[in-house]
């Protein structure tokens, strides 16, 4: 069994169980590495603002790191990483930057959650979806992939196709969209996630789908993987389905990062 890249504690505060029960789960299922990347605090918002049941609050950063650490000593030599899951919100890259450079982390997953504030994914908000022509609301999603890409800030971009994730797609082909995506992609040379969350809400299939992977592996993406496990139970989920899907488009490898170098895992 591969590696599982996206895991979260319940310092986020809509994830649940102990950071030592995520590892038991993990060497259960015969994974070979681990990676923490929990939610960082919501900086593009002020204070007040945040909410403590999306992400850690900003004095606990330092702690999560601290607890990662720890986590790390307990169990070695099993490799588990320090990562993050940070928002990208254009227009807030210097903040981001300032968030991130106060720890030496493995690796960064990017995450687009927002677009001009509304949080498409969270299930309160849905009713969003009712407001824009699903064309252009696909377009404008993964046109902020691409300046998330383009940014310089992440190693891999996390749930690459998240704007499924209630199964509400366009009608007709959104291959073009999909292209000058993976090529943006390419070009700033950031990986992208396999993350087989996707398995467990209505879009009932991995992010991304098998034909954004295919263009990946055409542009020669590298790619991680990650359950996004919120609980213990969750971590590796998916997995024999994730590596089935990346054979199938000929990927024999995804990536692992030790200080933000990367190492190539066979699958
Ligand atoms: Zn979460
Ligand atoms: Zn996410």
Not at 76 to 85: A, D, H, N, Q, R
Not at 89 to 118: F, T
Request: hydrophobic share 35%; glycine share 8%.
């Amino acid at each position: 069994m591969p590696v599982d890249y996206h895991i979260h504690t319940k310092m986020c505060g809509h994830a649940s169980g102990e950071m030592e029960e995520y590892v038991a789960s993990a060497r259960q299922k015969g994974l070979r590495e681990i990676g923490f990347a929990d939610h960082i605090p919501m900086y593009f918002l002020p204070p007040a603002k945040r909410d403590d049941s999306i992400a850690m609050k900003e004095e606990e950063l330092d702690t999560y790191v601290g607890r990662v650490r720890e986590i790390q000593e307990k169990y070695y030599p099993f490799p588990i990483k320090l990562g993050m899951e940070a928002d990208f919100v254009p227009g807030m890259e210097n903040e981001l930057k300032a968030v991130l450079k106060r720890h030496d982390l493995d690796y960064i997953l990017g995450s687009v959650h927002y677009l001009d504030g509304w949080g498409f994914d969270n299930p309160a908000q849905r009713d969003g979806y009712d407001r824009w022509d699903l064309y252009e609301l696909y377009r404008r999603y993964f046109s902020t992939v691409q300046k998330a890409a383009a940014s310089g800030i992440f190693d891999s971009l996390a749930h690459p196709d998240l704007i499924k994730k209630f199964g509400i797609r366009p009608e007709g082909d959104i291959t073009e969209i999909y292209e000058d995506t993976v090529r943006e992609i390419a070009a700033a040379g950031v990986c992208i996630e396999v993350n087989t969350s996707g398995l467990r809400v209505p879009a009932g299939e991995i992010y991304p789908n098998t034909g954004f992977l295919q263009l990946c592996h055409k542009y020669r993406v590298p790619v991680t993987l990650g359950s996004d496990a919120h609980l213990p139970q969750q971590v590796g989920a998916g997995f024999k389905e994730a590596v089935d899907i990346l054979k199938s488009v000929g990927y024999t490898k995804v990536v692992t990062f030790t200080g933000k170098n990367k190492n190539y895992y066979q699958i």
